[in-house]
């Protein structure tokens, strides 16, 4: 039997999803891979110990009374995922954030329109709608 990777300190890996969220926003940037108007996705690390991990944002407009939907995703990568991401190979072969760590624990963040935002633990990165 395997023991199951371990991902991340205390530090950036609370065991709350709104302590998570709060951890996340002190990430430090290290790669932006895609930035768009709408659509954001970086490496970032915890300055702690180091892990990486995956953040992705969309935004939704929502032209007729501004309430935009927005979703953060924010998941843990090991070394090979953040160096094939980082040097652009993963993307070259047809393949998108989406195809990452879907069995893995990762931080939802979703504020859709008209309704209160949320923080939830979930797997790998959602397809959440954006512009």
């Known amino acids: 039997m395997s023991e199951k990777m371990r991902y991340g300190c205390p530090k950036c890996l609370p065991d709350s999803p709104d302590e998570a969220w709060e951890a996340g926003l002190k990430l430090r940037g290290r790669h932006a891979?895609?930035?768009d108007s709408h659509f954001h996705v970086l490496i970032a690390?915890?300055?702690?110990c180091g892990q990486p991990f995956l953040w992705v944002f969309s935004e939704l407009i929502d032209w007729q009374s501004g309430d935009d939907s927005q979703g953060w995703a924010l998941m843990p990568l090991t070394s090979a995922e953040e160096g094939e991401l980082s040097s652009g190979n993963?993307?070259?072969n047809g393949r998108s954030v989406y195809d990452l760590g879907e069995?893995?624990?990762s931080l939802w963040r979703i504020h859709p329109r008209g309704s209160d935002v949320g923080c939830s633990w979930g797997l790998g990165i959602p397809a959440l709608p954006h512009d």
Request: proline residues 8%; charged residues 30%.
């Open 103 to 105: 069995d893995r624990r």
């Open 33 to 35: 891979l895609i930035d």
């Open 45 to 48: 690390s915890c300055p702690s």
């Open 90 to 92: 993963f993307f070259a």
